[in-house]
């Protein structure tokens, strides 16, 4: 199945919502948009297209209702969702939707895309957790490429599972909660062996942790 998703936000109206497939959204706030599932999905052989478009001066905050179970299909283990995100100048972005759990036997894979004018804000928070309660089979993986202008601010890619090529089948995370931040010019942070705030040259912070399981 593909499933197409646009959200648009423009200052001083409610945000504009078109969706076709398994993915809907719902205006649930002034600037409050929350995502919600209207069948199973992702599902090996699905595709999903999210693109989340906020004008100047307008204001949008993302949430779901709950956590998103990618799951293997008949044919196929592999899922696929392009997330495209882009923030017009004097534009405001708080994405922070429920976990994805990606269920043992499944393959899924993300691909974020992010767009930003000078003098946009965002914050793009994203968590995933490698197989359901008694699993620990599964795989993740995700890239995450984000520009200020013609100007590279992120590039990053991590999988995760017991398919990825650096898991280590004792002490392998399965867990990963990651957010971009822009601006913010808070220094380098250390949190123990598994968590990092680290500062990005054209601004703005990413912070990392990975663990075997999400803090609840």
Do not use: C, N
């Not at 929350?34 to 595709?47: R, V, Y």
């Not at 913010?184 to 942070?189: L, Y």
Request: charged share 25%; no cysteine.
């Amino acid at each position: 199945m593909r499933t197409e998703l646009r959200i648009t936000a423009a200052a001083g109206t409610l945000p504009q919502i078109h969706a076709v497939g398994a993915l809907a959204a719902r205006r649930t706030g002034v600037g409050t948009v929350h995502l919600i599932g209207t069948a199973a999905t992702p599902l090996g052989g699905d595709e999903l297209d999210i693109r989340i478009t906020v004008g100047p001066g307008a204001r949008l905050l993302v949430r779901s209702v709950a956590a998103t179970i990618a799951l293997p299909g008949r044919q196929t283990r592999k899922s696929l969702a392009h997330w495209r995100f882009e923030v017009a100048a004097d534009g405001e972005l708080d994405f922070d939707p429920e976990p994805t759990v990606v269920a043992g036997g499944a393959e899924h894979e993300t691909l974020t895309t992010v767009r930003l004018e000078e003098g946009a804000r965002l914050r793009l928070r994203e968590r995933v957790q490698i197989g359901r309660t008694g699993e620990d089979h599964g795989f993740w993986s995700g890239e995450l490429r984000a520009d200020i202008g013609d100007l590279p601010l992120l590039r990053h890619r991590l999988d995760l599972g017991g398919d990825a090529a650096t898991d280590d089948a004792l002490s392998g995370p399965r867990a990963l909660e990651s957010v971009l931040t822009y601006p913010d010019d808070r220094p380098a942070e250390i949190t123990g062996r598994d968590a990092a705030l680290l500062p990005l040259a054209a601004g703005g912070t990413l912070f990392t942790r990975t663990a075997t399981a999400l803090r609840v």
